[in-house]
Protein backbone atom coordinates (compact mmCIF):
# COMPACT_ATOMS: atom_id res chain seq x y z
CA UNK A 1 0.00 0.00 0.00
CA UNK A 2 2.98 2.13 0.72
CA UNK A 3 3.50 2.12 -2.62
CA UNK A 4 0.41 3.27 -4.14
CA UNK A 5 -0.55 7.47 -4.86
CA UNK A 6 -2.04 8.93 -2.08
CA UNK A 7 -5.34 9.33 -3.45
CA UNK A 8 -5.33 5.83 -4.50
CA UNK A 9 -5.90 4.97 -0.67
CA UNK A 10 -8.40 7.14 -0.03
CA UNK A 11 -11.92 7.40 -0.40
CA UNK A 12 -12.76 10.07 -3.21
CA UNK A 13 -14.98 13.03 -1.28
CA UNK A 14 -18.36 12.84 -2.37
CA UNK A 15 -19.99 15.03 -0.09
CA UNK A 16 -22.66 14.45 1.97
CA UNK A 17 -22.83 11.96 5.26
CA UNK A 18 -20.90 13.17 8.26
CA UNK A 19 -20.20 11.91 11.61
CA UNK A 20 -20.58 8.42 12.21
CA UNK A 21 -21.88 7.12 9.18
CA UNK A 22 -18.91 8.64 7.50
CA UNK A 23 -16.28 7.40 9.83
CA UNK A 24 -18.02 3.81 9.46
CA UNK A 25 -17.53 4.28 5.84
CA UNK A 26 -14.00 5.19 5.74
CA UNK A 27 -13.13 1.99 7.61
CA UNK A 28 -14.96 0.00 5.59
CA UNK A 29 -13.38 2.10 2.61
CA UNK A 30 -9.69 1.41 4.34
CA UNK A 31 -10.73 -2.61 5.29
CA UNK A 32 -12.03 -2.70 1.29
CA UNK A 33 -8.82 -1.28 -0.32
CA UNK A 34 -6.33 -3.51 2.26
CA UNK A 35 -7.99 -6.63 1.13
CA UNK A 36 -7.68 -5.18 -2.52
CA UNK A 37 -4.38 -4.42 -2.37
CA UNK A 38 -3.43 -7.77 -0.63
CA UNK A 39 -5.10 -9.60 -3.43
CA UNK A 40 -3.87 -8.07 -6.22
CA UNK A 41 0.10 -8.95 -4.68
CA UNK A 42 -1.19 -12.22 -4.79
CA UNK A 43 -2.15 -12.36 -7.85
CA UNK A 44 -0.16 -9.76 -10.23
CA UNK A 45 3.05 -12.00 -10.15
CA UNK A 46 6.24 -12.71 -12.49
CA UNK A 47 6.14 -14.98 -14.77
CA UNK A 48 2.42 -14.74 -16.26
CA UNK A 49 1.08 -12.32 -18.80
CA UNK A 50 -0.99 -9.91 -18.65
CA UNK A 51 -3.27 -7.70 -20.63
CA UNK A 52 -4.11 -4.06 -20.61
CA UNK A 53 -6.54 -1.93 -21.93
CA UNK A 54 -4.75 1.25 -21.88
CA UNK A 55 -1.08 2.17 -21.69
CA UNK A 56 -1.96 3.67 -18.40
CA UNK A 57 -2.64 0.17 -16.63
CA UNK A 58 0.03 -1.42 -18.22
CA UNK A 59 2.62 1.15 -16.73
CA UNK A 60 0.60 0.83 -13.14
CA UNK A 61 1.30 -3.06 -13.33
CA UNK A 62 5.15 -2.36 -14.15
CA UNK A 63 5.33 0.34 -11.45
CA UNK A 64 3.37 -0.90 -8.50
CA UNK A 65 3.92 -4.73 -9.04
CA UNK A 66 7.06 -4.63 -10.64
CA UNK A 67 6.20 -6.87 -13.62
CA UNK A 68 8.32 -5.60 -16.33
CA UNK A 69 7.69 -8.33 -18.78
CA UNK A 70 4.69 -9.89 -21.19
CA UNK A 71 2.54 -7.08 -20.30
CA UNK A 72 0.61 -6.26 -23.56
CA UNK A 73 -1.75 -3.71 -24.43
CA UNK A 74 -4.73 -4.34 -26.05
CA UNK A 75 -7.44 -1.33 -26.36
CA UNK A 76 -11.09 -1.99 -26.40
CA UNK A 77 -12.85 -2.32 -29.50
CA UNK A 78 -15.22 0.22 -30.33
CA UNK A 79 -18.12 0.84 -32.80
CA UNK A 80 -17.72 3.92 -33.86
CA UNK A 81 -21.08 4.19 -35.61
CA UNK A 82 -23.00 2.80 -32.58
CA UNK A 83 -21.71 5.04 -29.77
CA UNK A 84 -21.19 8.62 -30.99
CA UNK A 85 -23.46 11.98 -30.96
CA UNK A 86 -26.14 11.15 -33.56
CA UNK A 87 -25.43 12.91 -36.62
CA UNK A 88 -28.68 14.12 -36.97
CA UNK A 89 -29.56 16.72 -34.36
CA UNK A 90 -33.10 16.28 -34.55
CA UNK A 91 -33.82 12.25 -35.04
CA UNK A 92 -36.50 11.17 -33.35
CA UNK A 93 -34.93 8.95 -30.61
CA UNK A 94 -32.56 11.79 -29.91
CA UNK A 95 -35.14 14.75 -29.11
CA UNK A 96 -37.02 11.59 -27.06
CA UNK A 97 -34.42 10.66 -25.26
CA UNK A 98 -32.71 14.21 -24.55
CA UNK A 99 -36.54 15.41 -23.33
CA UNK A 100 -37.23 12.60 -20.86
CA UNK A 101 -33.97 13.55 -18.98
CA UNK A 102 -34.75 17.39 -18.85
CA UNK A 103 -32.35 18.52 -21.65
CA UNK A 104 -33.67 21.44 -24.47
CA UNK A 105 -32.57 21.73 -28.17
CA UNK A 106 -29.91 24.26 -26.95
CA UNK A 107 -28.25 22.15 -23.81
CA UNK A 108 -24.69 21.47 -24.49
CA UNK A 109 -24.97 16.89 -23.33
CA UNK A 110 -21.88 15.89 -21.47
CA UNK A 111 -21.93 12.05 -20.96
CA UNK A 112 -20.06 10.75 -18.07
CA UNK A 113 -20.40 7.01 -17.92
CA UNK A 114 -19.04 4.30 -15.21
CA UNK A 115 -18.47 4.03 -11.61
CA UNK A 116 -18.67 7.44 -10.36
CA UNK A 117 -16.05 7.52 -7.61
CA UNK A 118 -13.45 5.77 -9.76
CA UNK A 119 -14.37 7.49 -13.18
CA UNK A 120 -13.94 11.11 -11.87
CA UNK A 121 -17.41 12.34 -11.86
CA UNK A 122 -16.50 14.60 -8.62
CA UNK A 123 -13.81 16.43 -10.96
CA UNK A 124 -16.39 16.69 -13.73
CA UNK A 125 -18.83 18.09 -11.50
CA UNK A 126 -16.26 20.86 -10.47
CA UNK A 127 -15.30 21.45 -14.07
CA UNK A 128 -18.56 22.47 -14.62
CA UNK A 129 -18.94 24.48 -11.95
CA UNK A 130 -15.21 26.18 -13.08
CA UNK A 131 -16.95 27.29 -16.13
CA UNK A 132 -19.11 29.15 -14.41
CA UNK A 133 -21.48 31.25 -17.33
CA UNK A 134 -19.22 30.73 -20.35
CA UNK A 135 -21.08 27.22 -20.35
CA UNK A 136 -24.45 27.76 -19.01
CA UNK A 137 -25.58 25.51 -21.23
CA UNK A 138 -23.52 22.76 -20.11
CA UNK A 139 -24.57 19.86 -18.58
CA UNK A 140 -23.78 16.58 -17.49
CA UNK A 141 -25.59 13.78 -17.70
CA UNK A 142 -23.71 11.05 -15.24
CA UNK A 143 -25.11 7.16 -16.53
CA UNK A 144 -22.94 4.70 -13.93
CA UNK A 145 -23.37 3.62 -10.06
CA UNK A 146 -21.89 5.37 -7.30
CA UNK A 147 -22.66 7.62 -4.37
CA UNK A 148 -25.30 9.29 -6.54
CA UNK A 149 -26.52 11.53 -2.98
CA UNK A 150 -23.12 12.55 -2.51
CA UNK A 151 -22.85 13.44 -5.60
CA UNK A 152 -25.75 15.42 -5.98
CA UNK A 153 -25.17 17.38 -3.00
CA UNK A 154 -21.26 18.42 -4.29
CA UNK A 155 -23.01 19.42 -7.35
CA UNK A 156 -25.58 21.60 -5.12
CA UNK A 157 -22.54 23.09 -3.35
CA UNK A 158 -20.81 23.91 -6.46
CA UNK A 159 -23.63 25.88 -7.81
CA UNK A 160 -24.35 23.25 -10.49
CA UNK A 161 -27.20 20.77 -8.82
CA UNK A 162 -29.87 21.88 -12.08
CA UNK A 163 -27.12 20.67 -14.38
CA UNK A 164 -26.41 17.50 -13.89
CA UNK A 165 -28.52 14.67 -14.65
CA UNK A 166 -28.22 10.99 -13.02
CA UNK A 167 -29.24 7.74 -14.42
CA UNK A 168 -28.82 4.35 -12.74
CA UNK A 169 -26.57 2.19 -14.18
CA UNK A 170 -27.67 0.78 -17.80
CA UNK A 171 -26.74 -2.34 -19.58
CA UNK A 172 -27.16 -0.29 -23.23
CA UNK A 173 -25.69 3.03 -23.21
CA UNK A 174 -25.66 3.19 -26.83
CA UNK A 175 -28.42 5.81 -26.85
CA UNK A 176 -27.27 7.81 -24.39
CA UNK A 177 -24.48 8.86 -26.42
CA UNK A 178 -26.20 9.42 -29.31
CA UNK A 179 -27.86 11.78 -27.24
CA UNK A 180 -24.60 13.77 -25.69
CA UNK A 181 -23.11 16.39 -27.94
CA UNK A 182 -19.73 15.48 -26.09
CA UNK A 183 -18.31 12.37 -24.47
Not at 105 to 133: M, N, Q
Amino acid sequence: RKHLPADVCEAPYTGGVQGPKSWARKAYDRYLLDYNVALEHQVYTQGKTYIAISDCVADELREHFGIKQNVRVIRHGVDAELFRPDIAADSPERVKLRAALGFSPTDVVISFVGVFERKGLAVAIDSLARLGSAAKNAKILAIGSGSVAGFKARAEAAGVGGRVVFVEHQREVAPYYQAADLF
